[in-house]
DNA sequence: TACTTAAATAGTAATCATTACTAATAAAAG
DNA sequence: CTTTTATTAGTAATGATTACTATTTAAGTA
């Protein structure tokens, strides 16, 4: 895998970010330091990172792909307003395996209603 | 919402399979029975129905999704091949809140190689 | 039971995220 | 410095999903 500097500025740009962000985003980004960059560039590497663990995707399932840093770390996503939360506390027990399957690695997902959208609700501003 | 046999049949048949099954697959299979059902109809129905929670998306994040029963159980997906594995365990105790958010539902999906891939991996079959 | 109306449908067109393709470029190795 | 080979920019193609529209139908009401 060459070290090229498309591929830098992506990883730098998702290592460096607080945000979920998405393909798009990412593109737009990198293009304030490399103008040029195209957005296949962008996916490819996205896609390449990816495989070599170097960052891995938040995975909502009602949207497109957010990419992330890979610390490990859980989230919190609100089925209202499609907030990400960040968990740091650790969860669950690291299991090394599921019957004779070899887990590498685990994601968990809460889905749930963020406090913004609870205070909202209280307040009719959001009500269904 | 209207109860129309089109919503029963999709509803029906993601109930009674135990595979996890796609958009285009349960459209596949409803034609069994409608055979005029149409693709959009299959679209707009799996979206209400995830919205009243009355079925669930399994979400590997590398595929188009794919649509699951409700009833509270947990993946494991292999990297190599892809499958999904359901595991009925429980892995963590459910949360009600996570600091001042609402906890509706959580999805854990534990990602490794699978017991298949392993010895293929080992037989020499699939070698990196 | 017939009438009304609002939601749902079939069929098709459009959208948009992602991937594929190609000639040109640039890491990395010798 | 030259060679090799992956990577890139730019664009076209793909394919999952959504939007649109005239028609149908579930379900409430007289």
Do not use: W
Not at 24 to 48: H, M, P, W
Not at 49 to 68: A, F, P, S
Request: glycine share 4%; net charge positive.
């Amino acid at each position: 895998m060459k070290n090229t500097k498309q591929r830098k500025v992506i990883l730098e740009i998702i290592n460096r970010s607080n945000e979920h962000l998405n393909a798009y985003d990412i593109y737009e980004e990198a293009r304030k330091t490399l103008k040029n960059i195209s957005l296949g560039t962008v996916y490819r590497n996205l896609n390449c990172l990816c495989n070599e663990n170097l960052i891995t995707i938040v995975n909502d399932g009602q949207e497109k792909k957010r990419y992330d840093k890979i610390e490990k770390h859980q989230h919190f996503i609100c089925t209202r307003c499609n907030k990400i939360i960040d968990i740091y506390e650790p969860i669950i027990k690291p299991l090394k395996k599921y019957e004779n399957n070899l887990v590498m690695n685990y994601k968990i997902i809460l889905e749930g209603i963020c406090e913004k959208c609870l205070k909202e609700e209280e307040n009719g501003i959001k009500r269904k």
